[in-house]
Structures are given as structure tokens and as C-alpha cells.
């Protein structure tokens, strides 16, 4: 009998999101990838290849807090960041993750930065 780890069943919903989303270098794609310690994140324009702009939770502003409000803030500082690049909207990428908890907390944080999400 074959088991299916926790991680491989993540992989096989992010493949299944990504054949649905693309970003472009007007709306640009939100890939998320969530660890156990933080929350990093990145705008990227599929077409080009290009990674426009990107937050990790390892940053100075991020560090000490705690998850749901490192997440909140990390959506924030990408969206400024996104602002500065002259970025209005963007593709929200879950990575395979439930949108729920810091995931949900980080999208909520891009919209109120700024961004169309």
C-alpha cells in the first residue's frame, strides 16, 4: 500500500494551481511558500522570468514577530514594494496551501497595501 506524504499531496495541488495561473508584467503573480518558521513571498512575471519584487519573514521588520501578524505585515511591505515598482494588481498564488491562517492573513495584507489582489 502506497502512502502519500503530507508534503507530496501540497506539490500535487500546487502543480494543479500553477497549469491555472500565470502572471504577466502588469499582473504579476503572488507565489507563497509558508515553513514552520515564516512566510516568504515574491511578485514574479511568468512571461519574462523575471522576479520583480520579494519579502521573507528573515527580514529585520519581520523577525520578531509573532506568525499571523508576520504574515500580515510581510503581504504590507510586498505591497509597498510592488507600489515602488509601479505594480496595481497581482495574481494570487496559494502555493497548494488552504487559504486559511497565515496565508489568508498574508493576502489580506497585500489588499491593504494597495494592491488588487
Given at each position: 500500500?502506497?502512502?502519500?506524504?503530507?508534503?507530496?499531496?501540497r506539490l500535487k495541488r500546487r502543480c494543479r494551481v500553477r497549469a491555472k495561473v500565470t502572471g504577466t508584467?502588469?499582473?504579476?503573480r503572488i507565489p507563497v511558500f509558508r515553513s514552520n518558521r515564516g512566510i516568504f513571498a515574491q511578485l514574479v512575471d511568468d512571461e519574462?522570468?523575471?522576479?520583480?519584487?520579494?519579502?521573507?519573514?528573515?527580514?529585520a521588520d519581520l523577525r520578531g514577530l509573532k506568525s499571523i501578524e508576520q504574515a500580515s505585515?510581510?503581504?504590507?511591505?510586498?505591497?509597498?514594494?510592488?507600489?515602488?515598482?509601479?505594480?496595481?494588481?497581482?495574481?494570487?498564488d496559494r502555493g497548494g496551501y488552504q487559504y486559511h491562517g497565515r496565508v489568508k492573513a498574508f493576502a489580506e495584507g497585500v489588499r491593504e497595501g494597495g494592491i488588487a489582489v
Open positions: 500500500m502506497s502512502t502519500v506524504t503530507k508534503e507530496a499531496r508584467a502588469e499582473r504579476p519574462a522570468g523575471r522576479t520583480l519584487a520579494s519579502v521573507q519573514w528573515t527580514e505585515k510581510a503581504g504590507e511591505l510586498l505591497a509597498q514594494r510592488a507600489k515602488a515598482a509601479g505594480i496595481e494588481s497581482a495574481v494570487f
